[in-house]
């Protein structure tokens, strides 16, 4: 089965602050996709970044980046300089190819509130 | 460029009655998704179209609910004989779908109260 973990369920910090929300995974499919989304206070889920299982290369784009490593089946996802408007609840969630559907499995997300 | 649509934003409903939501996924988008989001039980996945195949249905908590697609396009869920334990919110997603290749993009989703 396919299962999502996202230890932290809350962080606050200070405007300014890094901070690194960790997930782990688990699956057994060999090729399968990685994600993360965020959801402000409005509700929608917006989509960060997607990452497939063959391309372990880290990625930063501004004041985000993601270190994906399978050999700890993790994809965790560091803010730089925290902002205010970085406070929302962060999922983490996974696609592979059981049974033929790309549902996502979503782990339980991490609140974040950034403190002016 | 529309995202996904839903609607409605809200509804409340009575024990027993039936609901209906709507989806409108983004154009030219095969695969179209839908989950629920409550407290309890965070985000799960409900069921899933792709084209003309056969849905995954294996997310249904229960036979009251039940989901189509009409031309490949809009989705309408619904839910029979609606349970306090139903209050949620339904969210929608689609994607280029297939073979992995889709990221999913979430509408706002329907807020459903039931009372």
């Known amino acids: 089965a396919q299962k999502v973990t996202q230890a932290q369920t809350e962080i606050s910090v200070v405007e300014k602050e890094d901070v690194t929300l960790d997930c782990v995974y688990e699956t057994r499919d060999t090729t399968y996709y990685l994600f993360w989304y965020k959801q402000p206070p409005s509700g929608e889920l917006v989509f960060l970044i997607r990452r497939n299982s063959f391309d372990e290369q880290n990625e930063i784009s501004g004041r985000y980046s993601w270190n994906f490593q399978k050999s700890t089946s993790s994809f965790n996802f560091t803010i730089t300089a925290s902002q205010v408007v970085d406070s929302a609840v962060y999922f983490c969630?996974?696609?592979?190819?059981?049974?033929?559907?790309?549902?996502?499995?979503f782990g339980k997300g991490m609140k974040l509130t950034v403190n002016p | 460029g529309a995202g996904v649509s839903q609607s409605p934003s809200n509804k409340v409903t009575e024990k027993g009655k039936d609901v209906e939501l709507r989806c409108d996924p983004i154009?030219?988008?095969?695969?179209l998704y839908w989950y629920r989001q409550s407290l309890g039980q965070g985000l799960e996945f409900l069921i899933y179209?792709?084209?003309?195949?056969?849905?995954?249905k294996s997310g249904l908590p229960s036979d009251r609910f039940s989901a189509e697609r009409t031309g490949g396009s809009v989705s309408t869920l619904t839910i029979q004989r609606t349970q306090q334990e139903d209050s949620a919110v339904y969210l929608c997603?689609?994607?280029?779908?297939?073979?992995?290749?889709?990221?999913?993009?979430f509408g706002p989703g329907t807020r459903l109260t039931v009372l």
């Open positions: 997603a689609s994607s280029l779908g297939g073979n992995l290749r889709g990221t999913q993009y």
């Open positions: 154009s030219g988008h095969t695969a």
């Open positions: 179209f792709q084209g003309n195949s056969a849905p995954d």
């Open positions: 969630a996974l696609s592979g190819s059981q049974g033929g559907s790309e549902k996502l499995v």
